[in-house]
């Protein structure tokens, strides 16, 4: 197996008992063409400078499948949060590369699938407290998930503020109180596969 990392911080960060990161991008991968049996990426198409310059690359040094796990920037609306900080789900679907266009840039036969998200995930990204508002109370949760970071300070004080206040007068829970004991939900979490 062979990562790709172009944080330098990420690599430096990165446990001594997995195999060195190479220092690359998606966009311009040093490898040879399909010097791979199957590649994938986990969250980070959203971060790439050309989303279909990265997939076509990782489409060129792969003879197998393609796995791209990622959000379905048309689905993000519906969860929860967009009626507390819809601010933060703007900025999450237009950040997100459409379906469509990612399956397309890989070429193949593509497939799109949920991702269920267990109840108990302990991934940072927004969905993943779906049945836990109080997480994202806490700053350092909602640190986790880059799209606050593109907000302001008053979104995230009337967020706190008004999630804790329908938390506190049971509001939250009688519209959402269900997702507290729901073993596992689907939002907009997918993976796209797609083989040759």
Same mark, same amino acid.
């Given at each position: 197996?062979?990562?790709?990392?172009?944080?330098?911080? #990420?690599?430096?960060?990165?446990?001594?008992?997995?195999?060195?990161?190479?220092?690359?991008?998606? $966009?311009?991968?040093?490898?040879?063409?399909?010097?791979?049996?199957?590649?994938?990426?986990?969250?980070?198409? +959203?971060?790439?400078?050309? &989303?279909?310059?990265?997939?076509? $690359? #990782?489409?060129?040094?792969?003879?197998? %499948? &393609?796995?791209?796990?990622?959000?379905?920037?048309?689905? &993000? +609306? /519906?969860?929860?949060?967009?009626?507390?900080?819809? @601010?933060?789900?703007?900025?999450?679907?237009?950040?997100?590369?459409?379906? *469509?266009?990612?399956?397309?840039?890989?070429?193949?036969?593509?497939?799109?699938?949920?991702?269920?998200? %267990?109840?108990?995930?302990?991934?940072?990204?927004? @969905?993943?407290?779906?049945?836990?508002?109080? #997480?994202?109370?806490?700053?350092?949760?909602?640190?986790?998930?880059?799209?606050?970071?593109?907000? /302001?300070?008053?979104?995230?004080?009337?967020? /706190? *503020?008004?999630?804790?206040?329908?938390? @506190?007068?049971?509001?939250? /829970?009688?519209?959402?109180? +269900?997702?507290?004991?729901?073993?596992?939900?689907?939002?907009?979490? &997918?993976?796209?596969?797609?083989? %040759?």
């Amino acid at each position: 197996m062979t990562a790709v990392e172009p944080s330098e911080s #990420m690599r430096a960060r990165r446990p001594a008992r997995l195999a060195r990161a190479v220092n690359a991008v998606a $966009e311009e991968l040093p490898f040879t063409d399909g010097e791979f049996d199957g590649a994938m990426t986990l969250f980070s198409v +959203h971060q790439w400078s050309d &989303v279909t310059a990265g997939l076509r $690359e #990782m489409r060129r040094v792969t003879r197998g %499948p &393609v796995v791209v796990l990622t959000c379905d920037p048309k689905l &993000v +609306h /519906d969860f929860w949060l967009y009626e507390y900080a819809p @601010e933060v789900l703007d900025t999450e679907a237009r950040r997100h590369p459409p379906i *469509e266009d990612m399956a397309k840039a890989l070429g193949g036969t593509g497939v799109i699938q949920t991702v269920p998200i %267990p109840l108990d995930c302990t991934d940072g990204f927004n @969905e993943a407290y779906y049945g836990r508002p109080e #997480m994202l109370l806490d700053p350092a949760a909602r640190q986790a998930c880059s799209a606050w970071s593109f907000v /302001d300070d008053g979104v995230r004080q009337r967020f /706190d *503020e008004t999630l804790r206040r329908d938390l @506190e007068s049971g509001l939250w /829970d009688e519209r959402f109180g +269900h997702l507290r004991t729901q073993p596992a939900y689907e939002g907009s979490l &997918v993976i796209v596969r797609a083989t %040759p």
